[in-house]
């Protein structure tokens, strides 16, 4: 019964599967005192009892399932964010460094700015996810990947910032921001002639902070 409803309970909340757990638990108790009870194998019918066993079994069976549940979570957390981080496009990295080889012999500072800017991309990327960075970091280093696509892209790349000062010491995952700002550049800016801004927000509201990228291509992709 409970794998046949399995859909709808999982649209309860937690309270709300945990009730309907123990009441499938007892009237799995009812049930099964009612079969000894009718074969003639229970004499006198432990109803009660029955219910209540069956109440506390179906209680520990759904314990284990809950803590068996909370023990993937980090690991999943884990994968998912090992996956986002990874996201620093390979063709991004070749362009880049054609970017830096084109201003070699023109503007070689702005080139070793270029460089320095994307060892900085890479050394964070190579970081331990499980070490927190502060929202303050993040941002200098996506307008380090920013700086990078701006040689590409020149004009066509427009940039609005709208920051928080009060959120700027949050804790997070490192190399969060950067996969964010350059999905808005790819979707936003790459695909257009004339470009698009990209725009970056953080408000802090009581004990959360609230990051906003968005892109102002018709199609409105690249929100996150």
């Known amino acids: 019964v409970a794998c046949g409803l399995k859909k709808h309970l999982n ?10 757990g123990i009441a499938l638990g007892s009237l799995a108790g009812l049930y099964g ?20 066993s069956g109440a506390l079994l179906s209680a520990v069976l759904m314990a ?4 068996r549940d909370r023990a993937r979570m980090p690991a999943e957390a884990t994968a998912r964010l090992a996956e986002l ?10 362009n880049t460094l054609n970017s830096a080889i084109a201003l070699v ?22 970081a331990d996810p499980a070490e927190s ?7 200098t280093l ?19 910032w709208s920051l928080d000062p009060s959120a700027s010491e949050a804790r997070l995952p490192p190399l969060l921001l950067q996969p964010l700002v350059e999905n808005a550049i790819r979707h936003g800016v790459e695909p257009s002639a004339t470009g698009a801004e990209v725009k970056i927000s953080t408000v802090r509201r009581a ?15 690249g929100e996150r």
């Open 33 to 52: 005192c009612g079969l000894l009870f009718w074969m003639g194998l229970l004499q006198p019918a432990l109803w009660w009892a029955s219910a209540a």
């Open 142 to 160: 996506a307008r380090r990947y920013l700086a990078i696509e701006e040689i590409r892209f020149g004009d066509r790349l427009r940039v609005a």
């Open 207 to 221: 004990g959360t902070v609230v990051i906003k990228v968005t892109n102002s291509s018709p199609s409105g992709v």
């Open 64 to 67: 284990g399932l809950f803590w």
């Open 133 to 139: 960075v502060t929202l303050g970091q993040e941002i």
């Open 85 to 94: 981080q990874s996201r620093i496009r390979p063709h991004f990295l070749f």
């Open 11 to 20: 649209r309860l909340r937690t309270r709300g599967q945990w009730l309907a």
């Open 105 to 126: 012999r023109a503007e070689p500072l702005k080139a070793e700015s270029v460089l320095e800017d994307l060892s900085e991309l890479f050394r964070s990327a190579l």
